[in-house]
Nanobody
Framework: QVQLVESGGGLVQAGGSLRLSCAAS????????MGWFRQAPGKEREFVAA????????TYTDTVRGRFTISRDNAKNTVYLQMNSVKPEDTADYYC????????????????????WGQGTQVTVSS
């Protein structure tokens, strides 16, 4: 099972940018489709973005499309979430997740598809 560690969270002003990173252990990172989810206080965890094993396919939830970009570097075993033009409603704990059974070009927005999760990194956007 892959181990995931997120970093890069913090406090940012509305309109600013932040880049989250998720480092994965193991030698088979390229065999995992990856995703980012978030959970705001008092709310359920929601899908943010996903990327295929090769990085050639991505998908986003509507509320972040055009502002956030998911990418991966398989040589560094790392997936990123570049967050631009952030809004107070982006405030949440952000989690990365790995899907070990993904098809080569598959992207997955449903949480049960993911078998491994990181511990989360907190993002707070001030108005």
């Amino acid at each position: 099972q892959v181990q995931l560690v997120e970093s890069g969270g913090g406090l940012v002003q509305a309109g600013g940018s932040l880049r989250l990173s998720c480092a994965a252990s193991g030698r088979t990172f390229s065999s995992y489709a990856m995703g980012w989810f978030r959970q705001a206080p008092g709310k359920e965890r929601e899908f943010v973005a996903a990327i295929s094993r090769s990085g050639g396919s991505t998908t986003y939830t509507d509320t972040v499309r055009g502002r956030f970009t998911i990418s991966r570097d398989n040589a560094k075993n790392t997936v990123y979430l570049q967050m631009n033009s952030v809004k107070p409603e982006d405030t949440a704990d952000y989690y990365c997740a790995a899907n070990p059974t993904a098809s080569y070009r598959g992207v997955y927005s449903n949480a049960p598809s993911y078998g491994s999760w990181g511990q989360g990194t907190q993002v707070t956007v001030s108005s």
